[in-house]
């Protein structure tokens, strides 16, 4: 039988063996949190060290944004076509994109014909316009055409149909297509004054436009708005009369008299001006009081 003294022994080497298992737990544990201490700092690194790298400490990220392109333009190879003409092209950016744009036709047939470009609607054709024009691309060139449709065709400086600048770009603002049984009050979808381009082939717009002297309503509409007359309506009127002959390929459709644009320009930007009240109506002067008599 085991003496007292063995007893104590046994029990104070159990006691100091918890001791040290408590010890070994607690250091476990300190490195389990040192080593995930660690490992988050280094995460932390890495996340900051990314953002920085992609610019997300920059002072102001919109600067570094690039700016997306307004309009596209496509070459056109003037090799295969003689009556193309290089004039550069027009920016793609920063391109103005609502609000008008005055444009201004001076013909020798009356007074100049003023014009409003849709910079919502068609902002690519007004950029065109303005390129062109700021070219004198337009000067001293003929109308070659009076459409079937109603319209007067300008804006070819080889008054073959098929001139123009070396680039071209897409429909923008085509009328939809009209309901099969439109009501009764539904305008046309080129109503008499409307400015509109026309393409060589279709969707390949370049510098041709059409301004129309009456209404016309296509069951499938191809033209793209850009535009109505603000002034001068009756000048395209009067040419829209004029006798048409022979264009050389058996359409009777140029005009006899030739109508020269004499200069094309365009103004710069406008925004719809802000109507500003009317002052108010001023109040009539008080009738001055009645001072008693002395009497």
Known sequence: MASSRDRQRKLAREKLDRQMARRAARAKRRRQIQAGVGASVVLALVVVGSVWALGGFDRDPEENRAEPDVCAWTPQNAEGNGDLKDVGTPPTKGLPTSGTRPMTVTTNQGAPITVELDLAGAPCAAASIAHLAGRSFYDNTKCHEITAEGALRCGDPSGSGLGGPTYSFYDE???????????????????????????????????????????????EPAYSVIGKVTGGLDVVEKV???????????????PKTDVVIQSLTVGEPA??????????????????SATPSDG
């Open 240 to 254: 829209g009369a004029l006798e048409t002959v022979d264009n050389g390929s058996g359409a009777k459709v140029k």
């Open 271 to 288: 925004t719809t001006p802000a109507v500003t009240p009317a002052p108010a109506p001023s109040s009539p002067a008080a009738a001055p």
């Open 173 to 219: 603002n085509v009328p939809d297509t009209p309901s099969p049984s439109p009501a009764a009050d539904q305008p046309p979808a080129y109503p008499k004054g409307t400015v509109a381009m026309i393409a060589s082939p279709p969707g390949a717009n370049s510098s041709q436009f059409l301004i129309f002297f009456k209404d016309f309503d296509p069951t």
